[in-house]
Nanobody
Framework: QVQLVESGGGLMQAGGSLSLSCAAS????????MGWYRQVPGEQRELVAT???????KYADSVKGRVSIARDNAKKTIYLQMNSLKPEDTAVYYC?????????????WGQGTQVTVSS
């Protein structure tokens, strides 16, 4: 099993910056992809950014150019930096990973952290 612990989030000002981190722990062979998704009530959870164990990144078009994701494999931690925040960035941000646990690649989610951007 994998546990994901998120930190960061809270109330932000439009135009400001956001920093989130997520640390993985537990009993697993390896973690492949880690990333962040976000969800607004009544809408589907959407991709923000992901990063592979090799460092390849993927960003949603809605945040491209404003977001940077980084990963420390030794610490099993990822970091998200989002600049030029907009009110529409308001959402619950969820940490995600897929990991090999008992030879099966399984998805895991954190509990989520609320980010509110005021105008």
């Amino acid at each position: 099993q994998v546990q994901l612990v998120e930190s960061g989030g809270g109330l932000m000002q439009a135009g400001g910056s956001l920093s989130l981190s997520c640390a993985a722990s537990g009993n697993f062979f390896s973690i492949e992809v880690m990333g962040w998704y976000r969800q607004v009530p009544g809408e589907q959870r959407e991709l923000v950014a992901t990063i592979t164990s090799g460092g390849s990144t993927k960003y949603a078009d809605s945040v491209k150019g404003r977001v940077s994701i980084a990963r420390d494999n030794a610490k099993k931690t990822i970091y998200l930096q989002m600049n030029s925040l907009k009110p529409e960035d308001t959402a619950v941000y969820y940490c995600y990973c897929n990991a090999f646990v008992r030879l099966r690649l399984t998805d895991y989610w954190g509990q989520g952290t609320q980010v509110t951007v005021s105008s």
